[in-house]
């Protein structure tokens, strides 16, 4: 199936640990996102890649690396995890081309202990 | 920036019609999106809009304004399974072209 995919779906873990989230995509597209989707559904772009080089970092605290070892693969690393962390993350992916809608993953749903 | 604004809730009958409307502000538009979302699951991508007028697909019409700075998503026969999120995003033409999201649109269909 062609698809953006990204594991685990669900991440419970202490205050303090380290976690990554991994994504991938098959679709043959250039960019690749991650969006963090708080309690309130508010959908927030945090970091966006094209063909592996970062082309925007938002706001986010650098406990957050995003990594692209290729440009069909996206992850998040997430050091010293704070209870605020506590969200759902979606991994996406678009074309280059800006009538094109972005395609979503599933999502991680991190929850803070 | 940009402010893209939604109502939070909105209810409906089934088989009925409903109207989720978006008002946005952006230096430099350059395409709206409509997504779906179920609780649970990803966003799905609905409809694109970046010329005025509406655009139809099926049960489905998005329309815009850009003078407005105004969309709306249309919904006709509503279903149950129409019962979701629906987030509008706004394209800019300044800097990254990546679609801030709005807050999204929570419909209840009911019998």
């Known amino acids: 199936d062609t698809a953006v995919s990204q594991t685990p779906k669900y991440l419970v873990t202490q205050m303090g640990n380290d976690k990554s989230i991994k994504c991938e995509q098959n679709l043959g597209h250039d960019t690749m996102y991650w969006y963090k989707q708080d309690s309130k559904k508010f959908l927030k772009i945090m970091f966006s890649y094209n063909n592996k080089e970062l082309i925007i970092n938002e706001t986010v605290p650098n406990r957050f690396s995003p990594k692209s070892p290729d440009k069909a693969h996206l992850n998040l690393h997430i050091n010293s995890l704070e209870l605020g962390d506590s969200a759902v993350y979606f991994c996406?992916?678009?074309?280059?081309?800006?009538?094109?809608?972005?395609?979503f993953g599933d999502g991680t749903r991190l929850s803070i202990l | 920036g940009q402010n893209i604004d939604q109502p939070t809730e909105m209810t409906a009958t089934e088989g009925a019609i409903v109207q989720i409307n978006c008002t946005y502000q952006?230096?430099?538009?350059?395409?709206l999106f409509w997504y779906q979302q179920h609780a649970g699951e990803a966003p799905t991508f609905l409809s694109y809009?970046?010329?005025?007028g509406l655009e139809e697909k099926g049960r489905f019409s998005s329309f815009l304004s850009r003078s407005k700075g105004y969309s709306y998503l249309l919904l006709k026969e509503l279903q149950m399974k129409d019962s979701a999120s629906y987030l509008c995003a706004v394209r800019s033409s300044g800097g990254s072209y990546i679609p801030t999201f709005g807050r999204g649109t929570s419909l209840i269909v009911h019998p």
């Open positions: 996406a992916s678009s074309t280059g081309d800006s009538n094109q809608p972005q395609h």
């Open positions: 809009n970046v010329l005025d």
């Open positions: 952006t230096s430099g538009f350059n395409g």
